[in-house]
């Protein structure tokens, strides 16, 4: 079975500031999908970034940029230039193939605190 | 992006009645629909799997007798808790996805179940 696993259950950052956020998983497919989501105090779960494994360069989205490594299994996400609406918790997760809707496993998150 | 609506985003019940909770996609066909749950500061964990016209198929520990998932059309998922007890209480969270849309997941606002 796959397995997302998050080690950092909460960080904090200083606005303006570089932060990174840390992913690990393990599985045994070669064609996978990674992710890293946004929940806010609202709870909608909001997509930041996403990284297809087939594809050796980094997702990029605006400030926010992965180093996927695919050989240590590792999906890290940096946030940078970071801003007070950056507050959430981060999930990241896990889809076997999204080509066809697959089920996305989450890990258990990481609470990210933006201070002035 | 797609909109995916809950509803209700909150409702509160007794013990021993049953509530339904409605996914709906508003811009676009959901061939495929997902139902999470989410306890407090922890991570969403999959309940089960909605094919429209077809049966739900549910993870290993759901009750699906307790669960009732029912995917009538391309635009609509209910989840109904049956015969509900305080341990129901939770953040039910679904997503929905269309392969029109390249299996993208578009998540709802999420429905907070507190059972007295």
């Known amino acids: 079975a796959q397995t997302v696993t998050q080690s950092q259950p909460e960080m904090s950052v200083q606005e303006a500031e570089t932060v990174t956020l840390s992913c690990t998983y393990d599985t045994s497919e070669s064609d996978y999908y990674l992710f890293w989501y946004k929940q806010p105090p609202s709870r909608q779960m909001i997509l930041v970034i996403r990284q297809e494994a087939y594809k050796q360069q980094n997702a990029t989205e605006n400030r926010f940029s992965v180093n996927f490594q695919k050989a240590a299994k590792s999906f890290s996400l940096k946030i940078s230039d970071s801003q007070l609406g950056d507050a959430a918790m981060y999930f990241c997760?896990?889809?076997?193939?999204?080509?066809?809707?697959?089920?996305?496993?989450f890990g258990t998150g990481t609470r990210l605190q933006v201070t002035l | 992006g797609a909109v995916v609506s809950q509803h209700p985003s909150w409702v509160i019940c007794k013990s021993g009645t049953s509530v339904k909770i409605e996914c709906r996609s508003l811009d676009f066909q959901a061939t495929t629909m997902f139902w999470y749950r989410q306890f407090p500061k922890q991570s969403l964990m999959l309940m089960a799997t909605s094919n429209e016209g077809s049966k739900a198929t549910y993870e290993q520990g759901v009750e699906k007798d307790k669960f009732l998932i029912n995917h009538a059309s391309l635009t609509l998922s209910t989840l109904t808790v049956t015969s509900a007890h305080p341990e129901d209480s939770s953040f039910y969270i679904c997503?929905?996805?269309?392969?029109?849309?390249?299996?993208?997941?578009?998540f709802g606002e999420g429905s907070r179940l507190t059972v007295l």
């Open positions: 997760a896990y889809s076997f193939n999204t080509g066809t809707a697959s089920k996305l496993t």
């Open positions: 997503s929905a996805s269309s392969i029109a849309r390249g299996g993208e997941l578009f």
